[in-house]
């Protein structure tokens, strides 16, 4: 009777994450990347994960960035990259900040590991991902590029991201977790939805506060230096590197609007792309937040209340609380191009252009 007591009050401990359920499946693969037209229509729309072996051997990155380079390149030592202290991560944790050089000369020896927008001397030995070699994609959607450094042993958390990825590894493994939004997101436990991440312990989950974990279907993907894989977007995933790592993912805008992408630049390198992260930031994070509302209810449409609720809270984040509900009602009726009161996946994307216009009538009040 104590033993049980003591049970209730420490809960149920079951190993790390991904292994409470005994249902495990693996990805589609590849040998060679997919062209944008087929990866969009199969994997990006669908939101199918999707494992690419040995494309990035190809890379001039490849077999050109280690650490020699980076300790010996004048570049490096005048970049700076953001740097996580303890490789557990913990997002209560501050970054700090210090040359490439100089991380790639304590790496090993301290307790650190590199989360940075990739210095832009780099991306020049980084050629544009093929499944998204797509002009509208790299013209409108790209969000981010993204430097990943370590001498292995690091452990995300539980959680999942707000856009589309695709994780390319130049060195050592990676071990991939995930689990499909659609299917499991009331047994994922993401307690911090506003950050997109779960308090769960990845090393040791414990069942009793987060029973879910117990019925849910994981997809198990061990990266090899040279692959890239596609983590679709809201996709619950965790992470852990193995011996030293280095890798580099883009992430961009979901976009449910079917894309024709039979143009493609061939030889276009990341250093010709500009990233959005700054620019139609409402137009966008409306969009994106209509998107996000859909995929949390599995609504076919977005109804007028719905647009409502969500387009109130991209207002208030925006500090923009003079902008009236009967111009929010207005705002709908403007997207609703065939007038039937629902809002289908083009009706959304159009919203990223017709937002930023249309509060161009309150300029006088902003």
Same mark, same amino acid.
């Given at each position: 009777m104590i033993w049980f007591?003591?049970?209730?009050?420490?809960?149920?401990?079951?190993?790390?994450?991904?292994?409470?359920?005994?249902? @495990?499946?693996?990805?589609?693969?590849?040998?060679?990347?997919?062209?944008?037209?087929?990866?969009?229509?199969?994997?990006?729309?669908?939101?199918?994960?999707?494992?690419?072996?040995?494309?990035?051997?190809?890379?001039?990155?490849?077999?050109?960035?280690?650490?020699?380079?980076?300790?010996?390149?004048?570049?490096?030592?005048?970049?700076?990259?953001?740097?996580? @202290?303890?490789?557990?991560?913990n997002r209560g944790d501050e970054s700090h900040i210090m040359s490439l050089a100089n991380f790639v000369r304590s790496y090993k020896n301290d307790d650190i590991y590199c989360v940075s927008r990739l210095p832009p001397f780099l991306a020049a030995d980084l050629p544009v991902y093929k499944p998204i070699d797509c002009p509208f994609i790299l013209n409108n959607l790209m969000r981010d590029i993204v430097l990943w450094y370590s001498s292995g042993g690091t452990k995300s958390v539980w959680h999942n991201d707000a856009y589309e990825n695709i994780n390319c590894l130049?060195?050592?493994?990676?071990?991939?977790?995930?689990?499909?939004?659609?299917?499991?997101?009331?047994?994922?436990?993401?307690?911090?939805?506003?950050?997109?991440?779960?308090?769960?312990?990845?090393?040791?989950?414990?069942? @009793?506060k987060y029973p879910g974990f117990k019925?849910?279907?994981?997809?198990?993907?061990?990266?090899?230096?040279?692959?890239?894989?596609?983590?679709?977007?809201?996709?619950?995933?965790?992470?852990n590197s193995i011996d030293s790592n280095l890798a580099v993912n883009v992430w961009w805008e979901t976009y449910r609007t079917p894309l024709a992408c039979d143009i493609t630049y061939n030889d276009k390198t990341w250093d010709s792309v500009h990233f959005h992260d700054n620019d139609n930031k409402i137009g966008i994070v409306a969009q994106q937040s209509l998107y996000m509302h859909h995929a949390m209810y599995n609504n076919t449409f977005i109804e007028v209340n719905d647009f409502f609720d969500v387009m109130g809270e991209v207002m208030d984040d925006f500090e923009m609380n003079h902008v009236s509900d009967g111009a929010i009602f207005e705002l709908f009726d403007l997207v609703d191009i065939n007038n039937d009161k629902t809002l289908t996946y083009e009706e959304i994307d159009s919203i990223r252009e017709v937002l930023p216009k249309y509060?161009?009538?309150?300029?006088?009040?902003l």
């Open positions: 007591l003591e049970l209730l009050i420490v809960g149920v401990s079951t190993g790390r994450i991904g292994t409470q359920s005994g249902k @495990q499946l693996p990805v589609d693969t590849f040998d060679q990347f997919l062209l944008a037209d087929e990866f969009i229509s199969k994997y990006m729309r669908p939101a199918r994960p999707v494992l690419f072996k040995g494309v990035a051997k190809e890379f001039p990155a490849f077999s050109k960035w280690n650490d020699e380079y980076f300790q010996s390149s004048y570049d490096a030592s005048q970049h700076i990259v953001e740097v996580e @202290q303890g490789k557990k991560e130049l060195r050592g493994r990676k071990e991939f977790i995930l689990a499909n939004r659609s299917e499991t997101k009331e047994k994922a436990h993401i307690d911090r939805p506003e950050e997109g991440f779960s308090s769960v312990d990845v090393d040791d989950v414990d069942t @009793q019925d849910m279907v994981f997809y198990n993907v061990t990266m090899e230096a040279g692959d890239c894989m596609y983590i679709p977007w809201l996709w619950f995933h965790q992470v509060l161009l009538l309150f300029k006088d009040e």
